[in-house]
């Protein structure tokens, strides 16, 4: 049985971890193995990585270094875990993929989509999702759920313009990237997943 590799992305604080465990268990409902990640970090060296990047103190961070080193967790959660993973026939649920880099960085940072996306092709080395799932938020709405639970990291912690060319940046992304699928997450938990269940069933 063929693996498959499912991303969840969306705003800061659009519920994409509650998402991966409902995925998860209906998965495993049907007798399928799951593997959760989350980016940056997954592996040894990228939570290592995480906790560069994501660090309050590390206000002088040049934006280049910070989009290198989102794709160089990248590069090692996709060799380390996600295609032997895969090979093993596992469904694989991934918090944010490169689609994260190129609004983030690309466009909330000011890199430039195609700069972000030319690293980050040598990051993953070919492996594409089978599906993205983009959960639609309001940025405000999302970010004050986030920053109520834990007080925010440095990305979480910038002006809400910053998170509002972020959410621009996802509803740009739609129209070159096919697969990725939008959901209206401003809706109840068991509204928004009895959609996800007609995405996955579809593929």
Do not use: C
């Not at 040598?122 to 993205?132: N, R, T």
């Not at 996802?170 to 509204?191: G, V």
Request: glycine fraction near 10%; avoid cysteine.
């Amino acid at each position: 049985m063929r693996g498959i590799f499912i991303v969840l992305e969306g705003p800061d604080g659009s519920g994409k971890s509650t998402m991966a465990k409902k995925i998860g268990d209906y998965y495993r409902g049907k007798g399928r193995e799951i593997e959760f990640t989350r980016e940056p970090g997954g592996t040894k060296i990228g939570e290592k990585v995480r906790k560069l990047i994501l660090d309050k103190n590390n206000t002088e961070m040049d934006y280049r270094t910070e989009a290198l080193l989102y794709a160089a967790a990248r590069a090692q959660l996709v060799s380390e875990k996600i295609k032997p993973w895969l090979n093993e026939g596992k469904i694989v649920i991934s918090e944010r993929y490169v689609y994260s880099s190129l609004v983030y960085q690309g466009i909330g940072r000011g890199l430039g989509v195609e700069e972000v996306k030319k690293i980050n092709d040598f990051a993953i080395d070919g492996l594409k999702p089978d599906m993205v799932l983009l959960l639609d938020v309001n940025p405000e709405k999302g970010l004050k759920r986030k920053l109520n639970i834990n007080g925010g990291d440095r990305l979480e912690n910038e002006d809400i313009s910053f998170h509002k060319e972020v959410y621009g940046g996802y509803k740009s992304l739609i129209q070159f990237f096919p697969e990725i699928k939008t959901i209206n997450a401003e809706r109840t938990i068991d509204e928004i997943f009895y959609e996800i269940k007609k995405i996955i069933n579809s593929i």
